[in-house]
């Protein structure tokens, strides 16, 4: 078991550094940098494909096609098929020790399932031409399959001896919700380019209620930078996106704050002092990239904060599930020995 824990935890540290990447090659314009998959224009290499590369480039010397964004996407997409490998020997192990209590070889074998399925999400972001869904989508695909890897890992730590309360267990698990619906937010904002449709703090553009095109900003089935009705997406729509994800982050850090204080008093300090640095440095990096106007590292760095908490939020919500069950269980045995 010590090798399929080293794998995982290995593994997990390897799809939170892709999943920055990832954030890193969209940020950079370089989602289309190879216009088809798995490879680039047919072949396993930039190098192979120079010749495709070059001419496109010289008949769109402003299009999304260059070297560089082609080297870009395609590292991305070998690091991906180094994680789906890592998965793929993960599942392997645990089937091998599926004895083991700390093994969990279904939930591995589901693991393998979900990366394909991210995989096609990969494809269809090429194919589909950075449509906002498929991106979005992409994205959320990234982070599920983070949470199962810390699921995972979970299982093989030590179980907590802290008796929690059911009001406890139930709040973090609504947090995680609310986490959730703020990242999908946060991944719509980025999908849509509306990271700075507000560059003021802490109104947008001068109002704290702006102008604003809901319906337009999240219509769900539409191409890249175009509304319901074809026409190009104004700024209000954006608008709309920016300013619902800023309300999010209210909401979400108040929430998250609530639970870490509950955490506290529950005795799980660590855990709270983790999700509290965590949530203040990705407050940070948002406001930063308002301030700064959306650099190219703080964006990536917002991305892998918000997988961070992914993280520790999984972490939290498996440790306060197995506490319950360790103690229901041990209410059991008693009840039967009696």
């Given at each position: 078991m010590n090798t399929y824990r080293k794998l995982?935890?290995?593994?997990?540290?390897?799809?939170?550094?892709?999943?920055?990447?990832?954030?890193?090659?969209?940020?950079?314009?370089?989602?289309?940098?190879?216009?088809?998959?798995?490879?680039?224009?047919?072949?396993?290499?930039?190098?192979?494909?120079?010749?495709?590369?070059?001419?496109?480039?010289?008949?769109?010397?402003?299009?999304?096609?260059?070297?560089?964004?082609?080297?870009?996407?395609?590292?991305?997409?070998?690091?991906?098929?180094i994680v789906g490998l890592c998965i793929?020997?993960?599942?392997a192990l645990a089937w091998r020790n599926r004895r083991d209590p700390a093994a969990s070889p279904w939930l591995a074998t589901a693991l393998i399932g979900v990366v394909g399925l991210q995989a096609m999400f990969g494809k269809w972001t090429v194919t589909m031409l950075l449509k906002p869904a498929i991106v979005t989508g992409h994205l959320i695909g990234g982070l599920t399959?983070?949470?199962?890897?810390?699921?995972?890992?979970?299982?093989?730590?030590?179980?907590?001896?802290?008796?929690?309360?059911p009001a406890l267990r139930l709040?973090?698990?609504?947090a995680f919700v609310v986490l959730a619906a703020q990242i999908t937010l946060g991944g719509w904002?980025?999908?849509?380019?509306?990271?700075?449709?507000?560059?003021?703090l802490p109104t947008c553009r001068g109002a704290?209620?702006?102008?604003?095109?809901?319906?337009?900003?999240?219509?769900?089935?539409?191409?890249?930078?175009?509304?319901?009705?074809?026409?190009?997406?104004?700024?209000?729509?954006?608008?709309?996106?920016?300013?619902?994800?800023?309300?999010?982050?209210?909401?979400?850090?108040?929430?998250?704050?609530?639970?870490?204080?509950?955490?506290?008093?529950?005795?799980?300090a660590a855990l709270s002092t983790a999700l509290l640095v965590i949530l203040v440095l990705q407050v940070l990096l948002g406001l930063a990239n308002v301030w700064f106007s959306l650099p190219l590292p703080l964006a990536a760095a917002h991305n892998g904060g918000a997988a961070a908490l992914v993280i520790v939020m999984v972490l939290i919500n498996y440790r306060?599930?197995?506490?319950?069950?360790?103690?229901?269980?041990?209410?059991?045995?008693?009840?039967?020995?009696?």
């Open positions: 995982l935890l290995a593994t997990l540290a390897m799809t939170f550094a892709l999943i920055v990447l990832g954030a890193y090659v969209r940020l950079s314009d370089a989602g289309l940098g190879c216009p088809d998959w798995p490879g680039c224009y047919g072949h396993a290499t930039v190098t192979q494909a120079s010749d495709h590369i070059s001419a496109a480039q010289e008949a769109d010397p402003h299009g999304p096609v260059t070297f560089a964004k082609a080297w870009k996407e395609m590292i991305h997409r070998y690091f991906a098929g793929v020997g993960i599942a399959v983070l949470a199962l890897l810390v699921c995972l890992y979970a299982r093989t730590l030590a179980p907590s001896r802290i008796t929690v309360s709040f973090a698990m609504s904002v980025s999908t849509n380019y509306a990271a700075l449709a507000c560059s003021d704290w209620v702006p102008e604003m095109d809901i319906a337009n900003g999240f219509h769900v089935i539409r191409e890249l930078g175009v509304g319901a009705d074809g026409e190009t997406l104004t700024i209000e729509a954006l608008t709309a996106i920016h300013w619902m994800h800023r309300v999010g982050a209210v909401i979400a850090t108040l929430v998250l704050v609530s639970l870490a204080f509950g955490l506290r008093r529950a005795g799980h306060l599930r197995a506490t319950a069950q360790q103690r229901y269980s041990g209410v059991f045995h008693e009840s039967h020995a009696a």
